[in-house]
């Protein structure tokens, strides 16, 4: 008998969430990008490694420029170079994460279409395996990204995008690492631009 009643209760929240707009409109994005991060493990220096990714988004309006969301990555970042004898190796990297995005027009062109800018703050679960081993490990991130994105006039369901993502991750073998990125993606509104 209570199962029956949590189940209606479900089937209502999801009904009123439906209706009354959060999830009526909502944004599927895919980006990819190639980044640049640097890092720097106990007992030695800072350096480079490269890579690049791909991320898939979903999210939800909260306000007209105010939305929750959610994403799934996966990067694959490359071993550092030799020097100073000892390489920081290279990994694949399947990421889960949760974030907030606030954008706003900037510019409209009636017969182009509106260009917008804003940014997105996330968080982020990590699963990593470095390269040719069985070895995995876990950590979080957090995201801080800037964007400008550009609507046409004759389809403004689609948004073409520039962004800059800048990540920290939070891994316990390293004093710090950190990437900065540049992607190129596009993101599809449902129910709505």
């Not at 000892?86 to 954008?103: D, K, M, P, S």
């Not at 279409?113 to 069985?134: E, I, M, N, P």
């Amino acid at each position: 008998m209570g199962g029956r009643s949590l189940s209606r209760g479900a089937v209502f929240i999801i009904f009123l969430a439906w209706t009354t707009g959060i999830a009526s409109a909502f944004s599927i994005g895919l980006t990819g990008d190639a980044a640049f991060q640097v890092v720097s493990g106990q007992g030695f220096g800072p350096k480079e490694q490269g890579g690049g990714g791909a991320e898939l988004s979903l999210s939800f309006p909260i306000l007209k420029w105010l939305s929750v969301g959610t994403f799934f990555g996966l990067s694959e970042t490359l071993p550092s170079d030799t020097t100073g004898g000892f390489v920081y190796r290279g990994y694949g990297t399947g990421a889960l994460g949760a974030c907030v995005e606030a954008h706003g027009s900037i510019g409209q062109w009636s017969n182009a279409g509106t260009l917008d800018a804003g940014g997105r703050l996330g968080v982020a679960a990590d699963w990593s395996a470095y390269q040719y081993t069985s070895l995995f490990f876990f950590y979080p991130e957090t995201l801080v990204e800037g964007f400008l994105g550009f609507r046409f006039a004759g389809l403004p369901s689609l948004q073409l995008r520039l962004a800059l993502p800048f990540r920290v991750q939070l891994r316990r073998d390293l004093d710090y690492s950190l990437s900065v990125a540049i992607g190129l993606g596009a993101v599809y509104t449902f129910g709505g631009a």
